[in-house]
């Protein structure tokens, strides 16, 4: 658990470069350790369902203009594969279709390409993509909809493999996860769904289990989470609720919730792209929506 009286802050990232991804929110952020930078794909800007490639040097942004790009969506989420050491993007939605199209992102050639899977898990927006204990990525739920989704696919780097834990979360989409690699342990929080999805939910690499801490965030969607490895838990910050946005920050140590209070915030705001940054060694965050604002900020968490 975090030390009481530990003191974190976000701290606004002001690039000197004015060349920013244009506001936007539920893109898919994830950070490439293989290239060493964050790439930041698609999202909605209120108007338009983008697919513009950018990449985060650790100070400045750079728009990757590549021949061939995964069609435009919101709401698509993707993860570093430490086995092929390649980013594997899926799902999302283009204003007329749930997706399960997979997009393989190569950090050394700046390419995307389409992947071929003979088998893949349903179209759907807001589905759960992280790297899992094997390196692996994997893919949880989603909603296609009509139904929000509650399978397990594991990505073995040519197709997805259904997996069969002997408990799985309620169905959802547009949950918070983050992977403890210290504890190995993936945690997964809030969301959307038919069932309450006001619960915390841990995985081991073979089965998913419900904790009970004594307090947990208010019942979320659209949050972002990642690893911080200085504080050795998963940030949770931000996200909807009731449609109301939200600020708060929150940590997950393993096996219980802690309310942080950092001596400034960003504003509040649901659909952030978030990312561990090893290049300044603090999360990013980017972007996101508050009341429908779209926003093009970052920051970092500085402990």
């Known amino acids: 658990m975090i030390a009481p009286g530990s003191t974190v802050t976000w701290l606004p990232l002001l690039s000197a470069a004015a060349n920013l991804p244009s506001p936007r929110s539920y893109m898919a952020m994830t950070y490439d350790s293989a290239s060493q930078h964050i790439l930041l794909f698609g999202g909605y800007d209120g108007t338009h369902y983008l697919n513009d490639t950018w990449l985060y040097y650790g100070s400045a942004w750079s728009k990757v203009n590549t021949p061939v790009a995964p069609p435009p969506r919101t709401n698509a989420q993707m993860a570093y594969d430490i086995?092929?050491?390649?980013?594997?993007?899926?799902?999302?939605?283009?204003?007329?279709?749930?997706?399960?199209?997979?997009w393989v992102w190569?950090?050394?050639?700046?390419?995307?390409?389409?992947?071929?899977?003979?088998?893949?898990?349903?179209?759907?927006?807001?589905?759960?993509?992280?790297?899992?204990?094997?390196?692996?990525?994997d893919e949880f739920g989603g909603f296609d909809g009509h139904f929000y989704q509650g399978t397990m696919w594991q990505w073995n780097g040519a197709d997805w493999t259904q997996l069969h834990p002997a408990m799985?979360?309620?169905?959802?989409?547009?949950?918070?996860?983050?992977f403890n690699p210290l504890l190995d342990q993936i945690v997964l929080f809030g969301g959307l769904g038919?069932?309450?999805?006001?619960?915390?939910?841990?995985?081991?690499?073979t089965n998913w289990t419900m904790q009970n801490p004594t307090i947990q965030p208010q019942l979320v969607y659209g949050s972002s989470?990642?690893?911080?490895?200085?504080?050795?838990?998963?940030?949770?910050?931000g996200g909807g609720s009731g449609g109301v946005d939200q600020s708060s920050t929150w940590?997950?140590?393993?096996?219980?919730?802690?309310?942080?209070?950092?001596?400034?915030?960003?504003?509040?705001?649901?659909?952030?792209?978030?990312?561990?940054?090893?290049?300044?060694?603090?999360i990013i965050v980017f972007g996101g929506e508050n009341s429908n604002m779209l926003l093009n900020d970052a920051w970092e968490l500085t402990p």
């Open 168 to 178: 799985v979360p309620y169905a959802r989409s547009s949950a918070a996860v983050g």
């Open 225 to 237: 989470a990642a690893y911080d490895p200085n504080l050795n838990v998963v940030i949770l910050f």
């Open 106 to 137: 190569d950090g050394s050639t700046f390419a995307w390409t389409q992947a071929t899977p003979a088998h893949s898990p349903p179209d759907v927006t807001g589905p759960m993509v992280f790297p899992d204990q094997t390196g692996r990525v």
């Open 83 to 102: 086995a092929t050491r390649r980013v594997i993007l899926f799902g999302g939605y283009d204003g007329s279709h749930y997706l399960r199209d997979t």
């Open 251 to 282: 940590a997950w140590d393993g096996s219980s919730w802690t309310q942080l209070f950092p001596v400034q915030s960003p504003s509040p705001r649901e659909g952030a792209g978030i990312a561990y940054d090893e290049v300044r060694g603090h």
């Open 194 to 205: 038919d069932v309450n999805p006001w619960n915390t939910w841990t995985y081991d690499g």
